[in-house]
């Protein structure tokens, strides 16, 4: 038998193995390993530095370098220009996080953001950083529980 | 495993956005690779295919598979098969040595407490599906099993899915293949079943424990 704590941290585990390892073996999924933010050179450019993602996928990079040729000019990195932006990519996060379930949650104490290309959701991604929980908490509470379920729909979000 | 940008590569597909890079090595490790588990065999190695194995004390499951004539040279006991309308059928053993399932023969002379390894593969790598054959004459239920890898070397009777693409130099791409075991009724397939998937379950909690351990905090 375990404890509550016990089975909430199993729980958790297996979803995180759904996640990645299901998610791999599909063939049209990717999976986001990482996401850093970086910061500007300047201490005052909290927000300006670009965002940093390893997308996980399983094929060969022939195939990766089609895949980008399909649109050239698609040279758009994740980043966030400004306060407004991160907070949609924190949003992301936080969906994501319910996604999994709310223990989840819980297990962190920085917020990740999990972004999966799916049927029903354009990306899952894995992100730390962004926001202390705390500070994301007060952060929902001013974009509001529509736009967040919002943004998790849309990859444009996070730009 | 945090990649500089150069190394990641964007697309735009259908309107969205995509950001690809390579599957990093310390991920492809953590998914696919091997543990090697110090109680699977005496000598703290994972057995291989022709290893005679210890099966007493671990609960093995009766069952049978198909032996295709490339698959013939893994059998090695000519008595554990048998021929029926024109398919020949191996007497095989399922069991679970801690974090690997492996299929094990009758050994010759042996009164069931060891079974020479026929195939092994990492239980966290696995899919176990049971299909309710009750509509056929025999009572024989089937157990799918689907054996996930990055490497083109697949476990011993399993037969991998072909693929459209043709494989590349340097082809990351994942193996799917596949494996039908039979049970001799509903009651000893759902048995199985349920141990098998129940280890499996096991096997990808401790990986997935990993994968969190292995995110950047």
């Known amino acids: 038998m375990y404890s509550n704590g016990d089975e909430k941290e199993i729980d958790s585990d297996l979803k995180m193995d759904k996640v990645f390892f299901e998610a791999f073996c599909d063939g049209d999924s990717f999976v986001v390993e990482s996401m850093i933010r970086k910061q500007g050179a300047s201490a005052e450019s909290l927000w300006d530095g670009p965002g940093c993602i390893a997308v996980a996928k399983d094929g060969n990079m022939l195939q990766l370098a089609k895949q980008i040729c399909e649109d050239i000019s698609a040279k758009h990195i994740i980043g966030h220009d400004c306060e407004e932006a991160a907070y949609r990519c924190c949003a992301n996060s936080a969906v994501s996080h319910i996604q999994l379930g709310k223990s989840f949650l819980s297990s962190f104490s920085c917020l990740s953001l999990f972004i999966i290309l799916s049927h029903n959701y354009h990306l899952t991604l894995v992100q730390r950083c962004v926001f202390k929980t705390s500070q994301t908490e007060t952060r929902k509470k001013n974009i509001g529980e ?4 919002y943004c998790s729909r849309d990859i444009d979000a996070v730009h | 495993m945090t990649r500089c940008i150069s190394e990641t590569m964007v697309s735009r597909k259908n309107g969205h956005h995509l950001l690809i890079s390579p599957l990093s090595e310390n991920f492809s490790r953590l998914l696919f690779e091997e543990e090697v588990s110090l109680t699977a065999n005496y000598n703290g190695l994972i057995p291989k295919p022709g290893d005679v194995v210890k099966l007493v004390g671990r609960k093995p499951f009766p069952c049978v598979c ?5 698959n013939q040279p893994l059998v090695t006991d000519g008595v554990a098969c048998v021929v029926a309308e024109g398919v020949k059928w191996q007497s ?3 069991v679970m040595l801690n974090k690997h399932m492996v299929l094990t023969e009758p050994v010759k002379g042996d009164s069931g407490g060891y079974g020479r390894v026929i195939t092994i593969c990492p239980l966290a790598c696995l899919m176990a599906e049971s299909y309710d054959t009750q509509e056929n004459e025999s009572s024989a239920q089937r157990l799918l099993l689907t054996h996930f890898s990055l490497e083109k070397h697949i476990p011993g009777l399993f037969i991998a899915e072909k693929s459209d693409i043709s494989p590349e130099v340097d082809d990351i791409r994942i193996i799917r293949s596949c494996l039908d075991i039979w049970f ?9 079943h349920k141990a098998l998937c129940s280890r499996i379950f096991k096997a990808r909690i401790e990986r997935g424990k990993k994968i969190r351990e292995a995110l950047p905090h």
């Open chain 2, 184 to 192: 001799e009724d509903s009651n000893s397939a759902t048995k199985a």
């Open chain 1, 146 to 149: 529509r736009d967040w379920l």
């Open chain 2, 92 to 94: 095989l053993y399922l």
């Open chain 2, 66 to 70: 198909e032996v295709t004539e490339e």
